[in-house]
């Protein structure tokens, strides 16, 4: 366990004593039970014959010591986390209380269908609700992350291709300014990358687009609202083109959080979606997990969805193992069960009407910033924006000044920073989603900090390019943070 730190003592890199444990000190002793109670009597040989090595503390340092280390780190529950493309919105904290029902979290996956109903039931209704709202009727909530969803969505459309046409097809287009699980997702599922460039108004170039188009390609991959914060207003002529190959349409709807209520990637002329249950529907995310990315697709891909599939029957719900032509599991057993209870409690108590104000309000606050930032930051596609919006840093790069310096001075105003240096599009990109979460009064305090921070890199670049000052720690080198990591407790094992 660590010793909370202080700010200098890292700034100054003094060797820190992090150990806090002290031999027989408890937080808590297990009742004492007679001999034949034990809970370990049922475990005859299999019980332990050591104590484990876990450091020993109070309860109260250990209360102490995780209420630190919640608040070293940023989180939506801290401050704005403008982080774009992420959606990083405020997670009601009803979902968590619906979530741990024991009705829920109780449950073993094994358990026969009869005896939880009513979790079935939560499964049916959030894909059907999934279903409403992309406009696709056949979904399944069992991938457990964005980038999964795509990739068993692609192998449903290899699936798809192989069962009418006798074998798949070889290439899949992205635009180029795809999100980077796209390619990789592409690729796991066996197929070529083609990449198209955007036209000049950062959307799908037609031309382009038609001079890649044949009969060996797969699908297009596209993101609506794209990476660049713009709606691909061609969308419906898009759709048709590729369809008129044959080929296929994909939908990149990690983030739906500008379409909910007003527009569906169905009626788009898309075969199929993944929707993140982690952005978009306000179930927590970060640090790696656990995630929900359900897909969406077409009747016609139905039949290839990954088994089982929910069913429901005169009220009676049922998992559906039998399906010849499934791609098979994505997910041990059901996918991460209770991010679906939170995102099915956040769509009800939102209701029809408050998933279109949610929209509305995220590209109003996308909007706002935009327009109050544009005097002092470059806004490369300067067209009204959806739920997010894309900075370039490139006026103040020319003052001495990048875009990783001004991320790395929010945090000395206490907030997080946007996506930076995505999409690759754009140079010194900024890419900042104020969701719908936020109120007047936090976007107009961001906005002060971003054109403060502006006026700072004409004054004095070099305060930038030491920040952070005010963190538990300073600038880290995070490629080997990734690479080289260490979360042992013990040296020794
Ligand atoms: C977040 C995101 C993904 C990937 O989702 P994960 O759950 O992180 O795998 C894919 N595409 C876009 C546009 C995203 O924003």
Redesign the pocket.
Known sequence: MTKKISVQALQSETPLVFELSRAGRTGYDLPKYPPELQPTAALGNLARKKAPRLPEMSENQVVRHYTNLSVRNHHIDKDFYPLG???MKYNPKVNEQMASLPGFSALHPLQPAVTCQGALEVVYLLSRALAEISGLPAVTLQPC??????LTALLMFRAYHIKHHGKPRRRVIIPDS?????PASIVIAGYEVQELPSGSDGLVDLNALKNVLDDDVAALMI?NPN?VGLFESRIAEITKMVHGVGGLVYM?G??LNALLGIARPGDMGFDAC?I?L??TFSTP?GGGGP???PVAATSALEPFLPTPVVRENDGTYSWDWNRPDSIGHVHAFFGNFAMQVRALTYILSMGRDGLRQTSEAAILNANYLRVKLEGAYEVPYNTPCMHEVVLSGDRQKARGARTADIAKRLLDYGFHPPTVYFPLIVHEALMIEPTESETKETLDEFIDVMLKIDGEITANPQLLHDAPHTTPVRRLDEAAAARSLDIRYFKDR
């Open positions: 493309s992420c959606t992350a964005g980038a999964q969803g795509e795809a999100h980077g699980t796209n993101t990476t990149d990690a983030n993944h993140n982690h952005k995310h995630g929900s990315g």
